[in-house]
């Protein structure tokens, strides 16, 4: 159990354009999903907190107009990175925590922006 | 916030031998403590956790230890295989209460090489 893939894996697209990941939770549901960004050879680093129908909570220095979250039931959250560019390029991972249990981490999606 | 820092960065070891990873924390209220390993361009993976309950934890080969009152923790792998090649990185939250364990901290990852 505590199955949680993403959507897609990779994708590459062109400098301004916006891309949706999916991450969802397979098998349990989850009340809170999390979303990090890890560069190469680089730790994972927490943009946001999505919490099932309410507004995430994003950390510091992560601007919330650009990576849009939506978490809208209890095993789908969204990522949208908007207007994106070369510099957003980076592995984006999610995690979602199964209530009374720890985080599972999603597969990945290495994203480029050309 | 927290702030988890993770020694060393790299360690390369021949197969057989124990590897050890170390990591300290500042906040004296975190209470959880999980241990991931990822391969490249893959999931973290948890591998071991330990609450601040317990001193110590142990599976098979694996092992942590906690120190509250000097807010370390560290990672003990004994008999290494090659497949235990990875980054292991540490991490630790707080768990105020309820179901959440809260948001983790990672700290910086260690690129483990175990020699054949």
């Known amino acids: 159990g505590a199955v949680v893939s993403q959507h897609p894996s990779r994708v590459i697209c062109k400098s301004g354009t916006s891309v949706k990941i999916e991450c969802r939770s397979l098998d349990f549901q989850a009340t809170t999903m999390f979303w990090y960004r890890q560069f190469p050879k680089q730790s994972l680093m927490l943009m946001a907190t999505?919490?099932?129908?309410?507004?995430?909570?994003?950390e510091q220095g992560v601007e919330k107009d650009k990576f849009l979250i939506n978490h809208a039931s209890l095993t789908l959250s969204t990522l949208t990175v908007t207007s994106a560019h070369p510099e957003d390029s980076s592995f984006y991972i999610c995690?979602?925590?199964?209530?009374?249990?720890?985080?599972?981490f999603g597969p990945g999606t290495r994203l480029t922006v050309l | 916030g927290e702030n988890v820092e993770q020694h060393p960065s790299t360690l390369s070891v021949q197969e057989g031998d124990s590897a050890v990873i170390k990591c300290t924390y500042s906040?004296?209220?975190?209470?959880?403590f999980p241990w991931y390993k990822q391969e490249l361009g893959k999931r973290p993976q948890l591998i071991i956790d330990i609450r601040s309950n317990v001193g110590e934890k142990k599976d098979q080969r694996i092992a942590v230890t906690l120190n509250k009152t000097a807010k370390h923790f560290s990672l003990h792998i004994t008999e290494t295989q090659p497949e235990d090649s990875a980054v292991y990185f540490c991490?630790?939250?707080?768990?105020?209460?309820?179901?959440?364990?809260?948001?983790?901290?990672f700290g910086q990852g260690t690129i483990l090489t175990v020699h054949p």
């Open positions: 991490a630790a939250s707080l768990q105020a209460g309820g179901t959440s364990y809260g948001k983790l901290t």
């Open positions: 906040d004296s209220a975190s209470n959880y």
């Open positions: 999505s919490n099932e129908g309410s507004k995430a909570t994003y």
């Open positions: 995690s979602a925590e199964r209530a009374g249990d720890t985080q599972y």
